[in-house]
């Protein structure tokens, strides 16, 4: 199992994002690609794809679908579990994202889950963070690992945009390819106590003030009508 002594926060915002560079090395990341074009069965729909393990992600309700049985970790995925937390995570989800894909802008559910970490796969993408009318790119690099906590996981939204190239700080325009990522979430124990009306559901409950909430298709849509140059 991987341990993380080579996490570093970022010093950017939003804080509370943490990096390691080459969570798995290239030849391993080869092996990896290999299995997830080869061997795997997906979803046969365009755009980005994905694939549940232990419990499924619940894209109605952003929390696990009770329905769907628990989903034993695959020997690939074994080795790629982070063994910075007490506790294997209790839902993993590999994602296919072909050029021009992208996820729109959000915050994973505050109350069903705690911690969050993905590792980039194949090619890498800017990633967006958000907070109002602040805008912060985060370029993913392949075989990177993050682990989102505290601002950047609860206070900021996060998304890649839907387009073809990234521009790069340096004016470098660069094509989109082929990337996988594997997201890890861990179940909340207890509620979540950050009180922010703005993104945290348990907060929002407790105010009365809960937001519906929204498929995927519902906030891809509301993040073009916001952004149209996207």
């Not at 046969?44 to 109605?60: A, N, Q, V």
């Not at 506790?87 to 590999?94: E, I």
């Amino acid at each position: 199992m991987k341990q993380r002594p080579n996490f570093k926060e970022l010093p950017i915002q939003p804080s509370g994002l943490y990096w390691e560079n080459d969570f798995v090395d290239a030849e391993h990341e080869q092996r990896l690609i290999s299995i997830f074009t080869k061997e795997l069965v997906w979803p046969d729909r365009p755009g980005r794809i994905s694939l549940h393990y232990g419990y499924t992600f619940d894209y109605k309700t952003f929390g696990i679908d009770p329905e769907i049985p628990y989903k034993e970790f695959p020997d690939w995925l074994q080795p790629l579990i982070p063994t910075t937390e007490d506790r294997l995570p209790d839902q993993v989800c590999l994602q296919f994202y072909p050029p021009g894909a992208g996820i729109p802008p959000h915050v994973d559910a505050h109350a069903p889950y705690d911690q969050l970490y993905a590792l980039s796969l194949g090619a890498p993408a800017m990633m967006v963070f958000g907070q109002g009318e602040k805008r912060i790119e985060v370029d993913l690099n392949p075989r990177s690992m993050m682990q989102m906590t505290g601002d950047s996981r609860l206070h900021w939204t996060h998304g890649i945009k839907k387009r073809k190239t990234d521009t790069l700080p340096d004016g470098t325009v660069r094509l989109r390819e082929n990337r996988w990522s594997i997201t890890y979430r861990w179940l909340r124990e207890g509620d979540c106590e950050c009180g922010n009306l703005t993104y945290c559901d348990t907060a929002q409950s407790r105010n009365g003030t809960e937001k519906e909430k929204r498929s995927v298709k519902a906030l891809a849509e509301k993040a073009n009508s916001e952004d149209p140059a996207s």
